[in-house]
């Protein structure tokens, strides 16, 4: 009798099964034979797990000396406590892969006064800490996404030695500091992301762009965006402060960006503004949009709200939309004792364009302090209600993937339009106030991954493949309902009218984090990026 086949003996089988603690553990199980497999396949998995926050956050706070560089000199807060690097890498080392395969993000912040650094210790300081950088991600094996923030004068120190083949996305990227190394290294900084060969999205903070000629670091962006244009889901995302003496050269760096066919978001803050929109009305022409894809907007009153509207038919390949209501627009509308937000804004333009969203974020802010008295926020509840309502009908069969957060209610009136105008759907996200009827999703057929906030109780289709219930504060010791994976998994169950096969829960600091619910073991590795998307949607 092999090795293999004594495996599929009970209670081997199931002991096995019993002590996968990771995807890492399961994937390479599998591989190990078709008949391995198809024995998973045909398991049925419930398991607890212990689990952290997706991103690892650590932050510079000194040097013990500026003589010699070393890991042992630099001096990072993590966790609440100081320490050097190679003592925090010691203690990151010891992590167990059950503990580090949910994070996906390494988020440095680099706090000291580097202003007070000379240039060897600059240059000196970049090299050591991107070398603990690359060994953090040969370590967290699930990170692919590298944040690095800072005040001045280090950022691209750093990102030039870092050579990890993992990253694949790069936020907090200062474009004023891109220009500034770009003027003071001229030849070597159009190297500086030549190792990252899986870099696929790059954010860019934007600040005072007018104050350099785009040309002083015209070949660092060049090179940064044809590396970029080697995916073919790239995407740069612009955010920060873009004023009307900014727009010059912004507009350069679109051009640029559509040279190589790249992915355009426009985040909110003020790239996402009343004067952006109107310099696209006006000046079409020379301001191209043609390669944004996707617009983060809040609507804080009713002018921004009316440009953008008039601005989306100049947004020829739009077909992302992120768009978060604020409690400012919404309280003057009933100052105004105006009810109607929409009317005035929608043409057919708008609606030809709205027909063209496949995925979309609506966001409502519910701040009760914002309001005069309590009528009129009981009153601003109804008017957010309808809003949701009236941009869900503006949605057609291109649609995949809806996020609704933070709506008040989400009643039979919304659950209908997108069943009958929206029947394309495969991914929803929601997060209410108060209520969702429980038959809201029954009746979208194409459905396949569903995440909901919170206990609400919801029928799910059989047409649902995955199932992911987003906890956090529903503690294991309260009640009878959750004192096993067993008694969990029954509640569940019977709380949610469906019976998955596979039932994950995860727990931190013995409160429920989250649960899934799923019937195909092959899709165990794609939780986390459904869980990371309703996280961090966009």
Not at 14 to 24: E, F
Not at 60 to 76: A, T, Y
Not at 174 to 201: G, P, R, V
Not at 290 to 296: A, C, G, P, T, W
């Amino acid at each position: 009798m092999t090795l293999e086949v004594i495996c599929f003996q009970y209670p081997i089988a199931q002991a096995l099964v019993n002590n996968l603690i990771s995807i890492k553990d399961f994937t390479s199980l599998i591989q190990t034979s078709n008949q391995m497999k198809n024995y998973f396949i045909n398991c049925s998995f419930r398991k607890t797990f212990n689990t952290y926050n997706n991103t690892l956050t650590l932050e510079h706070d000194s040097l013990i000396s500026h003589k010699k560089m070393s890991w042992n000199n630099i001096l990072v807060n993590y966790n609440g406590s100081k320490c050097t690097l190679d003592i925090l890498y010691t203690i990151l080392y010891m992590f167990e892969e059950e503990e580090i395969e949910h994070i996906n993000t390494i988020n440095i912040r680099f706090s000291d006064n580097y202003n007070s650094y000379n240039e060897d210790t600059r240059i000196s300081f970049g090299k050591y800490f991107a070398q603990f950088i690359n060994k953090l991600f040969e370590k967290f094996f699930n990170a692919t996404i590298f944040q690095i923030l800072n005040i001045s004068k280090i950022q691209f120190y750093v990102i030039k030695h870092i050579k990890s083949s993992k990253i694949q996305v790069i936020r907090k990227l200062n474009l004023y500091e891109l220009a500034e190394f770009s003027q003071k290294y001229k030849e070597s900084s159009c190297d500086i992301f030549k190792q990252l060969k899986s870099l696929k999205k790059v954010d860019f903070f934007l600040r005072n762009i007018f104050f350099y000629d785009i040309n002083c670091y015209k070949n660092m962006l060049e090179n940064i965006f044809e590396l970029l244009s080697r995916k073919n889901d790239n995407f740069i995302n612009f955010y920060g402060n873009v004023f009307q003496n900014d727009f010059k050269n912004f507009s350069k760096i679109l051009k640029m960006a559509e040279k190589y066919n790249l992915n355009i978001s426009f985040n909110e803050s003020f790239v996402v503004s009343k004067e952006l929109f109107k310099t696209v009305c006006i000046k079409s022409s020379t301001f191209s949009v043609n390669n944004v894809k996707l617009i983060s907007i809040v609507l804080w009153d009713k002018k921004i709200l009316q440009l953008f509207f008039q601005s989306l038919q100049f947004f020829t390949n739009l077909t992302k939309l992120k768009i978060q209501f604020s409690d400012q627009l919404v309280n003057s509308t009933i100052e105004y004792n105006s009810t109607n937000i929409f009317s005035n804004n929608i043409n057919q333009t708008v609606y030809e364009k709205m027909l063209q969203i496949e995925e979309l974020f609506i966001g409502i802010k519910n701040l009760p302090f914002a309001y005069a008295n309590n009528d009129h926020y009981e009153k601003s509840l109804e008017i957010k209600n309808q809003m949701t309502k009236e941009i869900c009908t503006l949605l057609g069969v291109k649609l995949k993937t809806l996020v609704l957060n933070n709506i008040p209610n989400l009643e039979d009136d919304i659950s209908y339009i997108l069943s009958t105008k929206c029947y394309n759907l495969e991914n929803i996200y929601l997060s209410v106030l108060h209520t969702i009827t429980p038959n809201f999703i029954e009746k979208m057929e194409k459905l396949k991954f569903v995440n909901l906030k919170g206990l609400y109780k919801l029928n799910i289709p059989s047409n649902v493949q995955m199932f992911l219930n987003y906890l956090k504060d529903v503690n294991i010791n309260e009640g009878n309902n959750f004192k096993s994976t067993k008694i969990s998994y029954n509640f569940f169950k019977k709380f949610y009218n469906r019976n998955f096969k596979h039932f994950f829960e995860h727990i931190c600091d013995e409160n429920i984090n989250y649960i899934v619910l799923f019937d195909n073991i092959l899709d165990w590795k794609n939780y986390f990026k459904c869980l990371d998307n309703f996280l961090n949607f966009f």
